[in-house]
């Protein structure tokens, strides 16, 4: 099978890399990133989303597209980026798979669709995004369901996979992780909201399995690694992970925005962008929790639990750190 993988020089991107490079055999790799892969640079080409012609060149020989390039940061300017990579690179993707035959996608969007504070949604659930990166990826996955209403005999998974962690991300979740185990950790909240979360080895696996058993009609997957653990949960696990006693202090939520609207006005004052912003306390104390029923119940078993991951994750960063200093920064 001759996959082409597009923007998989980054996080999520260069451990599916790994896990298909494991079945050599079985699998032809290519990656098409605007990137240099720090990991597979013998499989990556250069190219970028946006230029159609490019990704119509380097889709020749091609069985199965992975679709994972994409503007996800907070702090995005401008914020039309958002649209041109994440709605018109969908366009040019689907334009370049029918000028060479191929007709089976797996992409990648986010649970970012249904917007914040939803109650578990399933893959069903309105669709309410608050953000642009959210707005995008929700006109991105609209671009596809009029693409297949012309092509139904093509082959499209959609996951939706909500804030992914591991080793060497440099995102939300390692920012959080890192501010845990500092003992320095200032909770916004009572700490009750529950956080879902997705080890990148579960996801990357599940992936794989959708390339290898999902090959027909069309498909939309939730992905989360349950069960959901709260704020004062993940702290627990944390502590007894690094075996260390780690206090947290709670602030009321007003007071968390009231800090986060502070960091806004300096951020626009000095130029600079910020670990700190109103968005991203609101997205902190937000209950992110989805329903992943779909995902876990189509014959998929992730290797990994939600505590296997979290672990392996801070014995990486934390306890036996990498001293090659590559990372990989998302939310």
């Known amino acids: 099978m001759n996959i082409t993988l597009i923007g998989a020089s980054g996080f999520v991107g260069t451990r599916l890399l790994g896990l298909l490079s494991e079945n050599q055999e079985q699998y032809t790799l290519r990656n098409i990133d605007k990137q240099q892969s720090h990991f597979f640079p013998q499989v990556t080409e250069i190219g970028d989303v ?3 012609d490019t990704i119509k060149e380097k889709l020749h020989d091609t069985d199965v597209v992975v679709l994972l390039a994409a503007e996800h940061r907070d702090d995005v300017t401008p ?16 334009q ?10 797996v992409f990648t969007s986010s649970v970012a669709v249904y917007g914040l504070n939803k109650e578990n ?3 069903d659930h309105p669709k309410d995004p608050f953000n642009h990166y959210g707005k995008s990826k929700w006109e991105a996955e609209q671009v596809l369901q009029e693409w297949y209403k012309d092509h139904p005999d093509w082959n499209i998974n959609i996951l939706r996979p909500t804030v992914i962690f591991g080793e060497r991300n440099r995102g939300n979740v390692y920012n959080l992780l890192k501010q845990i185990s500092s003992g320095k950790f200032l909770m916004v909240g009572k700490g009750e909201n529950k956080k879902s979360m997705a080890y990148v080895g579960n996801i990357v696996a599940f992936i794989k399995f959708l390339i290898d058993t999902k090959c027909e009609g069309y498909n939309v997957f939730n992905y989360i690694d349950k069960p959901d653990f709260n704020m004062n949960e993940l702290i627990a ?8 006693h ?6 009321p939520y007003w007071l968390g925005m009231l800090g986060g609207k502070c ?18 306390v609101k997205k ?12 876990h119940s189509c014959g998929f078993v992730p290797p990994y639990t939600l505590g296997d991951g979290l672990a392996r994750t801070l014995t990486f960063e934390f306890i036996n750190p990498p001293k090659d200093g590559i990372t990989f920064k998302s939310e």
Do not use: Q
Request: proline fraction near 3%.
């Open 79 to 94: 914020t039309t980026l958002y649209y041109d990579v994440n709605v018109g690179g969908m366009r040019n993707v689907l």
């Open 237 to 244: 696990h944390v502590s007894k992970v690094l075996n260390k």
């Open 96 to 105: 370049a798979m029918e000028a060479n035959g191929i007709k089976r996608l």
């Open 246 to 251: 780690i206090p947290s202090t709670h602030f």
């Open 50 to 52: 946006r230029d159609v």
């Open 284 to 295: 902190f104390c937000a209950t992110t929790e989805f329903d992943a029923t779909k995902a």
């Open 121 to 123: 949604p399933n893959e």
């Open 263 to 280: 960091f806004d006005l300096l951020a626009w004052v000095t130029g600079k962008k910020l670990a700190i912003s109103s968005v991203r």
